[in-house]
């Protein structure tokens, strides 16, 4: 039997632990430039604090999420444009009506402990508290690279809705309730996903 999880806003003072969770879930080769620096979660607290969120199981940091709002329409995008490059305050807007989460991660330790589900859950909640439309996400496929070199994009999205394949982070977000909005090529640096992002969406079902 696991601890319980328990989720709530993070602040600079648990930067260590956001370090923590970041360092062990991207590990070398991951550039250790591209983790969070403390002047991006003084960013992030001070610009939407409500959108910055940390888990953790007991007492156990475990894995932490951040999340803005913006006016949502479909235009293409990259993450480091949406992302203001992982800063949020020149893209965060108060009177938006989607929020859009730029990243969670999880300790290898504790995934398949429901800790990504414990955050997806709680941005949810904030999609309702704050009477928003929606919440997105602009998601890896990382399990692409793996695909034939001459399948689409497109196709490989559709696989897996279908269930014909299994990625290990779409897959994961369909279960969600999360659905597919579209596909951004060049979305971010990211070869295992070939450079896609999938904007993936849970709409507001208790708006009126």
């Known amino acids: 039997m696991h601890s319980p999880i328990t989720v709530r806003p993070y602040t600079v003072r648990d930067y260590d632990d956001l370090l923590l969770i970041q360092k062990e879930s991207f590990p070398p080769p991951f550039p250790e430039e591209l983790w969070w620096q403390k002047n991006h979660i003084e960013a992030h607290t001070a610009t939407f604090p409500e959108g910055a969120m940390i888990a953790y199981v007991g007492d156990d940091p475990a894995g932490s999420a951040t999340a803005l ?85 497109e196709d490989y999205v559709n696989d897996v809705q279908a269930g014909k394949r299994t990625d290990q982070v779409l897959t994961f977000m369909l279960k969600q309730g999360l659905h597919v909005k579209q596909i951004i090529p060049d979305y971010l640096d990211d070869g295992e996903s070939r450079n896609y992002g999938v904007i993936v969406a849970w709409e507001n079902r208790n708006l009126r």
């Open 69 to 153: 709002i913006t006016h949502f329409d479909g235009s293409p995008h990259t993450w480091d444009e949406v992302a203001d490059d992982g800063f949020i305050r020149n893209s965060h807007t108060s009177d938006g009506d989607t929020l859009y989460g730029i990243d969670v991660c999880v300790r290898p330790a504790y995934r398949g402990f429901g800790v990504a589900k414990a955050l997806y859950d709680a941005r949810k909640e904030l999609v309702i508290s704050l009477g928003l439309k929606r919440y997105v996400a602009g998601c890896r496929i990382p399990d692409f690279h793996k695909a034939e070199p001459d399948l689409s994009a």
